[in-house]
């Protein structure tokens, strides 16, 4: 199984970037696909989350600003992130559980590489 993530990259504030993860070696389909963030010295914090049924969940930090979407085929997540802000700079990482707001970051086996977010002022 792999993740390829792409996209991310340097915007400045109130701009847009897109990040997109595709999945293969495995369906993913039934599982949770979402984005975790990261800063230097913090942990890693789920950002988005969306299930096999395309419910979502959002980070009230980014709530409004961030769309997160999966393909028909269940495999790819992409995160739409509008109206950045220089807090959202961090790495960024896709991630596939059973359950990504009940699993542990520890729990989950299946991460993308990671995608630096910088946000100018």
């Known amino acids: 199984v792999q993740l390829v993530q792409t996209g991310g990259g340097v915007a400045e504030a109130g701009g847009s970037l897109r990040l997109s993860c595709e999945a293969t070696?495995?369906?993913?389909?039934?599982?949770?696909m979402g984005w975790f963030r990261q800063t230097a010295g913090n942990e890693r914090e789920l950002v988005a989350r969306i299930d096999k049924r395309n419910v979502t969940n959002y980070d009230d930090s980014v709530k409004g600003r961030f769309t997160i979407s999966r393909d028909a085929g269940g495999n790819s997540v992409f995160l739409q992130m509008d109206n950045l802000r220089p807090e959202d700079t961090a790495v960024y990482y896709c991630a596939i559980h059973v359950d990504l707001l009940l699993g542990k970051v520890h729990d989950i086996d299946y991460w993308g590489q990671g995608t630096q977010v910088t946000v100018s002022t």
């Open positions: 070696g495995r369906v993913f389909r039934y599982f949770d």
